[in-house]
T-cell receptor, first 113, second 113 residues
Framework: EDQVTQSPEALRLQEGESSSLNCSYT??????LFWYRQDPGKGPEFLFT???AGEEKEKERLKATLTKKESFLHITAPKPEDSATYLC??????????????FGKGTHLIIQP | ETGVTQTPRHLVMGMTNKKSLKCEQH?????MYWYKQSAKKPLELMFV???????ENNSVPSRFSPECPNSSHLFLHLHTLQPEDSALYLC????????????FGQGTRLTVV
């Protein structure tokens, strides 16, 4: 069973058309939820960290929110340069040691001029 | 130079070759990671190092051998790889191994022929 599921897999919007990307997760205890942006052929670029339900973070046209089961990345009035793959990742609380991130497959977003 | 730097950016190797990927971080972080990104699959965590000690080995085949000589450098030694190992290999670092965001390099695009 996937721990992190992102939807939709792909999304095509017109410039200025606002929308939301979804990330649902199933972990026993959440240490943190992370959003990244990835452009083709490049490494993921960090956007936001969310730690607890009800938390919100904003950066330019992006706003991330978190509930106990899912996170949304809201994109307001997007521009063509917002086109990218958006990745969601979680880090689970564990008894000890270090944990890396568990990623979803991403949402491929295309903003048409 | 800032951030996380990976070399080489592209690598083509035969199945009998031995090669190494290099990663250097200039962020003063204490944890470093190797991830594998294959087409149509989520990023997969391979190895985690915290304060130069390997703290996680995510069931990775022994043909991949990591090395962390100090907190700023991470290597991935490759030998006797298979064509299915062709992927984008990403290095990342974070301040701590738990609960803090990871910053990624640009990746090494590996092709095994």
């Amino acid at each position: 069973e996937d721990q992190v599921t992102q939807s939709p897999e792909a999304l095509r919007l017109q410039e200025g058309e606002s929308s939301s990307l979804n990330c649902s997760y199933t972990v026993s205890g959440l240490r943190g939820l992370f959003w990244y942006r990835q452009d083709p052929g490049k490494g993921p670029e960090f956007l936001f960290t969310l730690y607890s339900a009800g938390e919100e973070k904003e950066k330019e046209r992006l706003k991330a929110t978190l509930t106990k089961k899912e996170s949304f990345l809201h994109i307001t009035a997007p521009k063509p340069e917002d086109s990218a793959t958006y990745l969601c990742a979680v880090q689970e609380r564990s008894g000890g040691g270090a944990d890396g991130l568990t990623f979803g497959k991403g949402t491929h977003l295309i903003i048409q001029p | 130079e800032t951030g996380v730097t990976q070399t080489p950016r592209h690598l083509v190797m035969g199945m009998t070759n031995k090669k190494s990927l290099k990663c250097e971080q200039h962020l003063g972080h204490n944890a470093m990671y190797w991830y594998k990104q294959s087409a149509k699959k989520p990023l997969e965590l391979m190895f985690v190092y915290s304060l130069e000690e390997r703290v996680e080995n995510n069931s990775v085949p022994s043909r991949f051998s990591p090395e962390c000589p100090n907190s700023s450098h991470l290597f991935l030694h490759l030998h006797t790889l298979q064509p299915e190992d062709s992927a984008l290999y990403l290095c990342a670092s974070s301040q701590e191994a738990r609960g803090t965001e990871a910053f990624f390099g640009q990746g090494t695009r590996l092709t095994v022929v």
